[in-house]
T-cell receptor, first 112, second 113 residues
């Protein structure tokens, strides 16, 4: 399959532990944020999103935290599983535009 | 398979040749997006269609790049006079609403030799 990211920062966690992936975004006017998961050979897959009027949103096993003061976004994955191994990207969007601006990605490796 | 379909999956071409990629979105999705992704990087936005109208276009889309969605269904992305720097994965996504409901295809991997 395709290799999504050859030289990405890597987070290695033990199966069952919690994972935290961080992202700094660039545009203070961005008001919508998404986390994507990308497995080798596949397109990005939506995980969770958050609007700028919120600072926390929870999904199934995932939580996104937004700190607009320091332009920081994080993704927390609870009880990390081998199937969570992938590259994770944050993306930002302004209401005035249809484009997403993606961050550089973090590779998550889950050790059995 | 009812997901976003992209063809071909892989394309190898010689520098200077023209290439065309096709994206078939999920049925009834009126929004369609093209992105480009190079190894080790996040996807970069190229263009956006709402039905057949091209409403936003990145500066990355040089004069050599053109995209169409003639009947508001499938879309094509053409690159003329390819250069080695065009080598990348070209991703298509579609949605009925915003990005929350957007699904990406598996992409077309272009290699220019």
């Amino acid at each position: 399959g395709e290799s999504v990211g050859l030289h990405l920062p890597t987070l290695s966690v033990q199966e069952g532990d919690n994972s935290i992936i961080n992202c700094a975004y660039s545009n203070s006017a961005s008001d919508y944020f998404i986390w994507y998961k990308q497995e080798s050979g596949k397109g990005p897959q939506f995980i969770i999103d958050i609007r700028s009027n919120m600072d926390k949103r929870q999904g199934q096993r995932v939580t996104v935290l937004l700190n607009k003061t320091v332009k920081h976004l994080s993704l927390q994955i609870a009880a990390t599983q081998p199937g969570d191994s992938a590259v994770y990207f944050c993306a930002e969007n302004e209401d005035s535009s249809y484009k997403l601006i993606f961050g550089s990605g973090t590779r998550l490796l889950v050790r059995p | 398979d009812t997901g976003v379909s992209q063809n071909p999956r892989h394309k190898i071409t010689k520098r200077g040749q023209n290439v065309t990629f096709r994206c078939d979105p999920i049925s009834e999705h009126n929004r369609l997006y093209w992105y480009r992704q190079t190894l080790g990087q996040g996807p970069e936005f190229l263009t956006y269609f709402q039905n057949e109208a091209q409403l936003e276009k990145s500066r990355l889309l040089s004069d050599r790049f053109s995209a169409e969605r003639p009947k508001g269904s499938f879309s094509t992305l053409e690159i003329q006079r390819t250069e080695q720097g065009d080598s990348a994965m070209y991703l298509c996504a579609s949605s009925r609403g915003g990005y929350t409901e957007a699904f990406f295809g598996q992409g077309t991997r272009l290699t220019v030799v």
